[in-house]
C-alpha cells in the first residue's frame, strides 16, 4: 500500500510565502502542486492545474515531505561543465600546434589529442575531445590529397604527349 504524506495548513502557508518570492517558473508549479494537495485537492485536478501528470505531483508531495523546502527548490541536474582547460588553457594550448603548422609541419590528431591527454593527466580512448576543441577554436581539419582533383587521367596524357 502507497505512503499517505499529509501537509498541514502550516506546510502550506510555508509554500504560498515561498510562490511568492520565487520568479522562476519551474519552482513555483513545484511549489504550486504542492500547497494544492495541501488545500486538499487530488492529484488529478492538480495535474491539470499545473500542467503536470498527477505521478508527479505525488512524487513532488513526497519530495517535500521527506526533504522539505529545499527539495522542491534543489535542481536534479548532475551538473555538466567537465572541461579540463579553461578558454585561455586551450587556446595556449593550441598555440603550441599552430606555430608549427605555420612552419610548415604536418600535424595529426592523434598528436594533439595524445598531448591534450598528457596535459590533463587522463587518458582517452576516442579523438571527439580534440575534434571538438577544434571546432570551438575555429580550427578545421585539413588532409592533402593524393592527387590533384584536376589532374587528367593516365590516358589523358600519354594522348597529349603524341599530339605534340
Keep these: 500500500m502507497p505512503k499517505t504524506y499529509k501537509i498541514t495548513a502550516e ?3 510555508e509554500l504560498r510565502e515561498a510562490m511568492k518570492e520565487k ?3 519551474k519552482y513555483y508549479r513545484r511549489l ?3 500547497a494544492l494537495r495541501g488545500e486538499g485537492k ?3 485536478e492538480i495535474g491539470k492545474i499545473t500542467g503536470y501528470n498527477p505521478h508527479w505531483v505525488s512524487e513532488l508531495v513526497s519530495i517535500y515531505c521527506n ?3 529545499e527539495g522542491l527548490l534543489r535542481d536534479g541536474r548532475k551538473g555538466g561543465n567537465r572541461r579540463n582547460m579553461t578558454d585561455a588553457e586551450e587556446k595556449a594550448f593550441l598555440s603550441q600546434f599552430e606555430e608549427a603548422a605555420k612552419n610548415g609541419q604536418v600535424i ?3 598528436e594533439i589529442a595524445a598531448a591534450y591527454d598528457e596535459k590533463t593527466g587522463k587518458k582517452r580512448a576516442s579523438k571527439s575531445t580534440a575534434y571538438y576543441l577544434f571546432k570551438k577554436h575555429g580550427w ?3 588532409t592533402p590529397r593524393t592527387t590533384h582533383p584536376g589532374k587528367a587521367s593516365e590516358a589523358e596524357i ?6 605534340t
Excluded: C, F, H, Y
Design 11 to 13: 506546510n502550506t502557508k
Design 23 to 25: 520568479k522562476n517558473n
Design 32 to 34: 504550486q502542486a504542492v
Design 42 to 44: 487530488e492529484n488529478d
Design 67 to 69: 526533504m522539505g523546502l
Design 108 to 110: 595529426t590528431i592523434g
Design 140 to 142: 578545421r581539419q585539413i
Design 158 to 163: 600519354e594522348a597529349s604527349k603524341k599530339l
